[in-house]
């Protein structure tokens, strides 16, 4: 709800962040909890409902972020200016002067009106940028594009980012400046999960089958995953050879 109201306000950057730990649930609860159950029952303000681009930023986030944008038309669709537009839209976006994101906006703009919908884009694992990403002039080229692209009053574009929280000290120039701003006004933290839940996550998939992870076993992982920071993802990475003992009679305190 609070993600389809960033919408309805013209004169603010449509964007939102789904903060938290490693582990925490983030991009379940923005492909599933959020897009597949708001954006796509719900019109937004200008009528039209969403279409969602997915991707990860990885090292050339302006790479894939063109990639995306591609894929908002097969190769049969009429609209040739519009097309030799988002095939330059890479280039453009790798050049310091042209951060306005045109290009972007051309290619949204031409999709709602042949599509009648809008574009959302969601960036899973946001903190790529200031980690794996080639080079810092695309990191910063890439964060210009995009939150330009969400700040133009056509209200064509938006943009939901999940990111880890021990990334949130990254980049204190100006567009880490400007990145901080719409983050402590557009962001929702995903908590981490309690130990009851971590108890239900340890032993509830196991129900449907005649195996179970013994009492000491489950505990001991419930408090390693509590003591570590961003422990979750470990937790999946035991479970995973856990079940795999299981399946060939392995206890899991053996695992």
């Known amino acids: 709800r609070t993600f389809a109201q960033t919408n309805h306000d013209r004169t603010a950057a449509r964007v939102y962040f789904l903060l938290g730990a490693a582990g925490s649930g983030k991009s379940s609860l923005a492909h599933a909890g959020i897009l597949g159950r708001k954006l796509r029952m719900e019109k937004l303000p200008n009528g039209h409902s969403a279409r969602v681009l997915k991707m990860t930023p990885g090292q050339k986030p302006l790479d894939n972020l063109a990639r995306e944008v591609h894929s908002l038309f097969p190769t049969d669709q009429k609209g040739t200016q519009v097309l030799d537009e988002v095939d330059r839209l890479r280039d453009r976006m790798f050049k310091n002067s042209d951060q306005s994101a045109s290009g972007l906006l051309d290619a949204c703009e031409h999709y709602q009106r042949t599509q009648e919908r809008s574009v959302v884009l969601i960036v899973d694992q946001f ?129």
Request: glycine share 6%; proline share 5%.
């Open 127 to 255: 903190e790529e940028i200031f980690s794996i990403c080639e080079s810092y002039e695309q990191s910063q080229s890439f964060l210009a594009y995009v939150l330009n692209a969400a700040g133009d009053p056509s209200g064509t574009f938006s943009a939901m980012f999940t990111m880890r929280t021990d990334f949130l000290q990254s980049g204190g120039d100006q567009q880490g400046v400007r990145l901080s701003r719409l983050i402590s006004e557009n962001h929702f933290l995903v908590p981490d999960l309690t130990r009851d839940q971590l108890r239900e996550v340890i032993h509830r998939p196991l129900e449907p089958f005649d195996v179970s992870i013994d009492e000491p076993t489950a505990e001991q992982m419930i408090t390693d995953t509590l003591d570590c920071s961003g422990g979750v993802p470990l937790l999946q990475c035991a479970l995973t050879r856990i079940w795999a003992g299981l399946c060939q009679g392995v206890p899991a305190a053996e695992t």
